[in-house]
């Protein structure tokens, strides 16, 4: 559709572009990635004609650009420019209607059927379908910017350029603009070359991205393939840290602050009661992989609240309420991991290991009234739940990888199987050994300052104590358990 | 439709208004059998003097009509400028195009000049010669600068050509003895006493000027969204500027070249006209023409009665009733604009 023959260009003494050559398939969604100064701009106004072709060539569907006059240009391809000028007091309609332009002949051309169609459909797809007879100035910013998407379309290019489409638009005038884009891409077989800023539109949306720097290409491919952080940090010249998207299977992107946090060893943890709940408190926000209540999943977090319910209740909404309860004792939930039991927190048990490089702590409450072995839980009857869980935090001292974190886990779920196998839980449906109970929750979180760990299983020193910790604090809080059932 | 029927009528009723005032007040009625009995043959009925026909033929007809083509030549080019150079405070001046016209007509009365065969009408014909040069030399100029001929050396251009041709009439004004109240009074603009050559000199730029500025109506509408826009939907952007702006220029050389430079005509109505039926170039255009011409008339008409029998410079008066009237018509558009 489009190929980008060893283009150069020079501004000046300074060269700009270097040698540049790709090619971009029909119906592609292709990214040009780079820094300030790296030639995206420039590239695109070579493409549109907006700069004369000095070294190279560029093919539009076959055609030279050379040999393409500036109507027939504007029939294969169409521009949606950073920021276009306003124009005061024209219609969204006289602004898409501009798009019929090159399709137009003759001095006095009349508006035909074709043109009103080519019109309403470029509107139907930008959504702006009701605002056909607004001024353009009473648009917002977003609505602006869809209104001359809409004039590119009508123009029915087969290729679309554009350049920062979402420089000046908030979130959801971005995700609104981009949305539409890309399926008015797929539905009409448009060609789309877009330089992006923001390295996670370009991961998100497109099929290719180029990366320029200085003028040459740095890399390209697939967004996943050619965005790794050694390119982008060599490119941006910034610390990157490339993340998984929760919901696309696309890399995205985020900077490493150059911020010292705070020295929070293990140590700053307190360990305070209130009449229902354990809560844990860091100094100062520690990274955790849980299966808690609220807070799941990876999170920063400074609370950990472990909360006494009554044995009836009522667990239809369970998360909203435990919500109020954290608001209602003044812990902010979206850095609080909060988690529930039937269990008396009065038997918390508290345990902390000093190793040499590292320290560990452990917070763990027992209950086994629904203890279940794990391989055989598919013979229990569903909805067999009685009250009794463990639950569990961990904290360490240190740096750990994503990788650490999960090894952590299984550490941890290993020893306190372990433990209860010890003690002899049995479940009580299938009467063999117990793994843990229906219910467990748990909480590894770490300082991430100090000493990396690239692991935690049991092959690490770190490993090695985290397992005996939480098996010891696992024993400990099941002895009070009983203890207390006893008493009672 | 109903802005063109409105702004038709306008220009009707501002003719007939226009023939019927003066010294000797006609009726409209009398006019239309006159206009009749004079084109088409008709009998003149008995009640209307016969020294009222070459009244309204000779004197009163050419004078509306050539201050109508002056008022819609100007309000044209201004419109045209104002689209093109996306400056609210352009107007058909702005090129310098002017100022050399008036340079050719102000040498012509300087050195006291008459061709032979032309005789008086040499002043008109030397002018726009002039004003056809100056545009050629800005273009060129502008051209030599920068290929692209962006629209901010155009204006620079305009304005360097503008001051020193400004300057060549000060140097004129100010070596000449007799020839001052003549030079003051050509400068200040009128549209008494020249006939129907003059009309017949400004009609085929007008014409042309005309038809070529509304065949790039589109076109204007693209620029008014700047030229990078204009380029991305497909215009022809240097061509097309040079065509544009050198229409407009030519109304704007031949309108200065019979009768004076006019101000505030080219400045104002395209903008009155934008305030009430919005800045689309193909409505834009054939209303300001309309109203431009009607305005003209008036003003005109003003012009000679006020202070009757003696007459007012018509530059004088288009402002004296442009600018209050362009005040509220802006005040008004405006605050409903907040409200």
């Not at chain 1, 400074?302 to 239809?316: A, E, I, K, P, W």
């Amino acid at each position: 559709m489009l190929e980008v023959r060893t283009v150069s260009h020079r501004y000046g003494q300074q060269q700009v572009l270097d040698g540049v050559t790709f090619a971009v398939e029909k119906g592609e969604i292709f990214g040009i990635l780079g820094p300030n100064g790296s030639g995206k701009t420039t590239l695109i106004k070579l493409i549109s004609k907006e700069l004369p072709l000095a070294s190279g060539e560029i093919v539009i569907d076959g055609r030279k650009l050379s040999a393409l006059s500036a109507k027939q240009w504007a029939r294969m391809a169409a521009v949606l420019p950073q920021t276009a000028e306003a124009a005061p007091g024209y219609t969204v309609r006289e602004t898409v209607a501009l798009g019929r332009y090159p399709h137009q002949r003759g001095f006095f051309p009349t508006w035909t059927e074709d043109d009103e169609a080519a019109l309403r459909d470029a509107l139907a797809a930008v959504g702006l379908t009701g605002k056909i007879d607004e001024p353009l100035e009473r648009l917002s910013g977003g609505e602006r910017q869809r209104a001359y998407l809409a004039r590119a379309l009508a123009q029915e290019p087969k290729l679309l350029l554009l350049d920062e489409p979402t420089n000046h638009m908030d979130v959801s005038g971005q995700v609104r603009l981009l949305d539409r884009l890309a399926e008015a891409a797929h539905a009409r077989g448009l060609t789309v070359v877009a330089v992006f800023h923001d390295m996670n539109a370009a991961s998100l949306y497109c099929d290719r991205v180029l990366v320029l720097n200085k003028g040459k290409i740095a890399a390209l491919g697939a967004p996943a393939d050619v965005m790794t952080p050694a390119l982008l940090e060599e490119v941006f010249a910034a610390p990157i840290v490339r993340l998984a998207h929760p919901a696309s299977a696309t890399p995205m992107f985020s900077f490493m602050p150059n911020k010292k946090q705070g020295e929070s060893p293990v140590g700053g943890l307190r360990l305070s009661f209130l009449d229902d709940a354990a809560v844990l408190t860091a100094a100062a926000p520690l990274r955790v992989l849980s299966s808690a209540l609220i807070g799941a999943g990876f999170q920063w977090a400074t609370h950990f609240v472990n909360r006494q319910v009554g044995l009836g209740y009522d667990c239809s909404d369970a998360e909203g309420d435990m919500r109020r309860y954290l608001e209602q004792h003044g812990f902010p939930p979206e850095r609080t991991v909060g988690m529930m039991t039937a269990v008396d927190v009065r038997d918390a048990v508290w345990l902390q290991k000093e190793g040499e490089a590292f320290s560990v702590a452990v917070m763990a409450t027992a209950g086994v009234g629904n203890a279940v072995d794990a391989a055989r839980a598919w013979q229990h009857q569903p909805l067999a739940a009685r009250p009794g869980t463990i639950n569990m935090v961990v904290v360490i001292d240190g740096v750990l990888t994503e990788a650490a974190f999960v090894q952590a886990v299984m550490t941890a779920t290993e020893a306190k199987a372990k433990a209860l196998a010890d003690r002899s839980v049995c479940d009580p449906e299938t009467g063999t050994l117990a793994t843990g109970t229906s219910t467990d929750s748990l909480a590894v979180a770490a300082t991430q300052t100090g000493q990396v760990f690239a692991y935690a299983g049991t092959a690490t020193e770190l490993g090695r104590a985290l397992g005996r910790l939480v098996y010891e604090a696992t024993v400990e809080a099941l002895g009070r358990w009983e203890k207390r059932r006893k008493r009672r | 439709m109903w802005m063109y029927i409105l702004a038709v009528t306008a220009a009707v009723l501002s003719l007939l208004v226009g023939i019927s005032t003066g010294s000797l007040s006609i009726p409209f009625s009398s006019i239309v059998r006159i206009l009749a009995a004079e084109w088409f043959g008709a009998a003149l009925p008995r009640h209307i003097p016969a020294d009222w026909v070459p009244i309204v033929m000779a004197i009163r007809l050419p004078r509306v009509v050539l201050a109508f083509l002056v008022g819609a030549s100007l309000a044209l080019a201004g419109a045209a400028f104002q689209g093109l150079l996306k400056n609210a405070l352009a107007d058909p001046y702005t090129l310098g195009v002017s100022s050399g016209a008036s340079v050719g007509a102000v040498l012509v009365i300087f050195l006291g000049w008459q061709w032979p065969l032309f005789g008086t009408f040499t002043l008109p014909v030397v002018s726009i010669l002039f004003g056809m040069a100056t545009l050629a030399a800005v273009l060129a100029f502008t051209r030599a600068v920068e290929r692209r001929m962006s629209v901010e050396t155009i204006i620079l251009a305009g304005i360097i050509f503008g001051a020193f041709f400004s300057a060549f009439i000060s140097l004129m004004i100010a070596l000449t003895g007799e020839e001052l109240r003549q030079i003051i009074s050509w400068l200040m603009g009128s549209v008494a006493m020249r006939g129907w050559k003059y009309s017949g000199l400004l009609l085929p730029f007008f014409l042309v000027g005309a038809a070529v500025l509304i065949a790039n109506s589109r076109e204007l509408n693209a620029f008014a969204f700047g030229e990078e826009a204009a380029l991305h939907v497909g215009v022809d952007v240097t061509r097309r500027k040079v065509i544009i702006l050198t229409a407009a220029a030519l109304l704007t050389g031949a309108a200065v070249s019979v009768s004076g430079t006019i101000g505030f005509v080219g400045l104002v109505v395209p903008h009155m006209v934008r305030l009430v039926c919005g800045p689309n170039y193909r409505v834009l255009l054939p209303l300001s023409l309309l109203y431009g011409g009607a305005f003209l008339v008036l003003a005109d008409v003003a012009a000679r009665t006020i202070i009757e029998p003696r007459e007012l410079p018509i530059g004088v008066i288009t402002s004296l009733i442009g600018a209050p009237l362009f005040a509220v018509l802006f005040f008004r558009k405006t605050k409903r604009k907040m409200g």
